[in-house]
């Protein structure tokens, strides 16, 4: 039997499709590239905007005429739409199996090792022996899709409750790997080829190892990155997502000192409003930004720093707008992510706050400091005019190769043979743009 699983939203999301694709390998189902000839379609959610929910329920039409067509076709949902239960149609509730008839089972993220028994019950399929010995979330190692660039897990879950997030709800309370367990699959990457390191978390900045070295005074995050680095193979490690009010001062001053350590940090600041940031629940202000932004700037002065940014949050007033568009600005933030608010049901801010700015501002506020964000970009990737900067190949397309410099810009260059992809490439910049630096090959 085939299978297919669509992937929406963040890092995290790729890096649990990687482990729920080694389960139904296990299995016995094999992967398909598209809906079509599927047996199996599961689609791994992201529930950070409305939008997002709104464009899974848009699938139910695509689905009705499949399952017509292929009696055996049992389609899942899993990721942050599935907060409340796992199970099969029938003997679980959730508000999506209502809303999309064609929907047979939802599990939980964190419910992974109950998809078997899942399977088992709509496919008739007999678990393989190995799906026995997959005891916890952790301990299913990941089939990686991308050899070079992986993601690798240092804890799921969340202990903030930023007003607006559902994760901590879907997700549950934040749950930190073994430092050794994390090394195994570094170690087991780079020995595949892996040369670029992402460490995924909702909050990497509170790692919390039980088996880190005692006796150290560095943060357990800290140690993490040190003993990475010094894993033969691994020239980058970048980690999402560090939480403003807890990085600490060990993991700045790695900047510098180890050699993986990229000049690129996402640090989401969400507003750059003291009363927003508040009623957002986020527990630090905006002087703590700059000062974080300071230190890591005295690092490396040229750092990239990206950055998440919600505009037209519960009662954000044009000042209020303004302050964030000043503080993006003044940190010289040159890449943001950028998203207008809309509300989540079952958050803090949908019980407490009104989503009162009007639908029109949103829209206003986002192209504005869409604007601002372009000036600042062009503005920083002028300063690799004629410079050389090494790309880590991701893919070929309409005619050039891309991928990744160290400082997370996009850079291409006329290329057409797909060898190149996972391998590193050096150009000289002749055409630093917004989203992109172009140029030619250099020896
Ligand atoms: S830190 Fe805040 S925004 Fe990030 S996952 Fe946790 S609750 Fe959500």
Redesign the pocket.
């Known amino acids: 039997m085939k299978y297919f699983i669509q992937t929406y939203g963040c890092q995290m999301n790729y890096s649990d499709s990687e482990r729920i694709v080694t389960v139904l390998e296990k299995m016995g189902y094999e992967k398909t590239n598209g809906f079509q000839d599927a047996d199996l379609i599961i689609l791994n959610t992201c529930s950070v905007k409305q939008k997002a929910e709104d464009r899974i329920y848009g699938l139910g039409e695509i689905f009705a005429p499949l399952k017509e067509k292929n009696l055996n076709l049992k389609i899942g949902i899993t990721g942050c739409m599935i907060r409340e239960a796992s199970g099969i149609r029938g003997d679980v509730k959730h508000d999506v199996l209502n809303i999309m008839p064609t929907i047979d089972f939802v599990f939980r993220i964190k419910d992974l090792m109950q998809l078997p028994e899942i399977l088992n019950k709509l496919h008739k399929t007999e678990g393989a022996e190995g799906v026995k010995n997959l005891c916890d979330y952790f301990h299913i190692p990941p089939t990686i899709a991308n050899l070079t660039q992986v993601f690798i897990p240092v804890s799921k879950g ?5 007003s ?5 709800y879907a ?1 549950g309370r934040e749950e930190c790997r073994p430092m050794a367990d994390i090394l195994d699959e570094v170690k087991k990457a780079a020995k595949r080829g892996a040369k670029e390191i992402n460490l995924v978390g ?2 990497v900045s509170t790692y919390n190892a039980p088996d880190a070295d005692p006796e150290s005074k560095e943060s357990h995050f800290a140690q993490l990155l040190r003993r990475i680095d010094a894993v033969e193979g691994v020239d980058r490690i970048r980690f999402y ?1 560090v ?1 403003p009010k807890d990085m600490t001062d060990d993991v700045i001053d790695l900047y510098g000192e180890l050699k993986s350590m990229v000049p690129h940090i996402h640090l ?1 600041i ?1 507003s750059g409003s003291e009363t927003v940031l508040k009623r957002m ?2 527990n630090y202000s905006p002087d703590r930004l700059r000062e974080l932004v300071r230190k890591l700037r005295n690092r490396l002065p040229h750092m990239s720093i990206s950055s998440d940014i919600i505009v037209g949050f519960c009662g954000e007033t044009e000042e209020e707008f303004q302050e964030s568009c000043d503080l993006v600005q003044e940190l010289k933030l040159d890449l943001l992510y950028i998203s207008k608010y809309s509300e989540r049901k079952g958050t803090l801010a949908s019980e407490k706050y009104e989503d009162d700015v009007p639908a029109d501002v949103k829209k206003d506020r986002f192209f504005r400091i869409t604007e601002l964000m372009k000036d600042i970009s062009h503005e920083y990737n002028q300063q690799f005019k004629g410079e050389k900067v090494k790309i880590l190949v991701e893919r070929i397309r309409k005619g050039y190769a891309d991928g990744k410099t160290p400082e997370f810009k996009m850079a291409r260059f006329k290329a057409d043979d797909p060898k190149l992809i996972g391998k590193y490439v050096t150009i000289k910049v002749d055409k630093p743009m917004e989203w992109c630096l172009e140029g030619d090959v250099v020896a």
Not at 158 to 162: E, G, L, R, T, V
């Open positions: 969340c202990n903030n409750f930023c607006y997030c559902i994760v901590p997700r909702q909050n997502t939480h989401p969400q629940n986020r």
